[in-house]
């Protein structure tokens, strides 16, 4: 029998934050559309976490770039509107966006908080995809208020491709026939999954296309790449069988940072901070009921630099007390007494609880009864209705700066 050719939509949203954020502020009374005039979305200048996160079309035209300074963006363009991004706000309008998409399909994967794959072969009844995509499009512009950008296709790959393509409020296809046509002549830096690292070694070899990259032998590039060759040979021809993945994957690593407001130049004083993150992480991960084999201590100086160390624990864990312990370790061996402007705990090489089997060395019983208890008094009253004492003059520094590492 002849295999099914899949039916795939990538869907990205133009612009989320600024868009969401204008859509937002519309709906709450405000009367003038953020998108139309020089604005942005940034961080907080206050705690120097002041960095443009996303720009409307109009200061895009004065230069202003997202992750730069908000200092510089003003240079750029002095009647430039500075508005707070709201993760609140986003996380809403991505759930109602979600929620449109899953009356076509229950098979929908949320590749990140603004896009989405939908796989739709068993569900179209007698209608065409591209209708669906034009429906969906129309949709959500006029039930929700923003655009999204839909690439067709076959796979995954070439859908998302799809959807990169001219911008905005765009629908576009990219079907193994069209390949060479519409995707062949781009650069071969906007091929998904090439790294700003692999580029200029791909130049090198006089690679400057994906149509370079697709007609180059395979194991050529498997002896300069590994792996990573055959993975860009197969998606520079347009070559993906990964499937659309409706399921919530757990994450593989969590962590916190945080932009201090003041350069801190004491471990004494970095510790309660890294306390503070400490007992994010452990929290999350009981959350999640997993467990830990690796803690990370990241810092950021004062010019920029950053470098972390990690150690391994004894046994996997959850435990506040364990987690906190190690990362203090890692932070007196590697600090070395320069000015401190950001502080970071991750987690790495986790497992599900209920899968590993028990050490013997493990004494965190008596710790696992007491996170549990403070835990549950967490999830009644608020995460901060009870804390350690000696870190509640960071409790604010800290409150609203959880950052989930890649999933």
Known sequence: MEEIKRKILHIDVNNAFLSWTAVNMLKNGYSVDIRTIPSIIGGDEERRSGIVLAKSPIAKKFGIITGEP????????????????????????SNELYNLFSEYTNIIERFSIDECFLDLTHFLGNRNLIDIAYEISHRVEMELGFTVNIGVSSNKLLAKMASDFEKPNKI????????????????????????????????????????????????????????????????????????????KEEPKSIGNSVTLPHDINKADEIYKVIVALCEQVSYRLRKH???????????????????????????????????????????????????????????DNLENKDEIQLSIFNNDLKQEKLDNVLDSLKNKYGYNSITRAGKLDIQEIVKGKEKKIKD
């Not at 995707?183 to 998904?192: I, R």
């Not at 950021?300 to 046994?315: A, E, M, W």
């Not at 906190?324 to 007494?337: D, R, S, V």
């Open 172 to 247: 576009h296809t990219l079907y193994e026939y069209e390949i060479e046509d519409k995707m062949w002549s781009l650069p071969v830096s906007e091929l998904f999954m090439i790294g700003k690292k692999t580029v200029p070694k791909l130049h090198n070899l006089r690679i400057k296309t994906i149509g370079d990259l697709a007609k180059t032998n395979k194991e050529f590039l498997a002896k300069k790449f590994g792996k990573h060759g055959l993975l860009m040979w197969n998606y520079a021809n347009g070559i993906d069988t990964s499937e659309v993945n409706p399921k």
């Open 289 to 347: 009921n997993l467990v830990a084999n690796t803690v990370n201590v990241q810092l950021r100086t004062k010019d920029f630099k950053d470098y972390s160390h990690q150690k391994q624990l004894n046994y996997s864990t959850s435990s506040t007390k364990q987690i906190i312990e190690t990362a203090k370790e890692i932070l007196y061996e590697m600090y070395k007494g320069e000015p401190i402007r950001l502080v970071g705990v991750r987690v």
């Open 70 to 93: 908000i200092y510089f963006a003003k240079k750029k363009c002095n009647k430039l509107e500075v508005f707070p991004g709201d993760f609140n706000v986003f996380i809403k309008y």
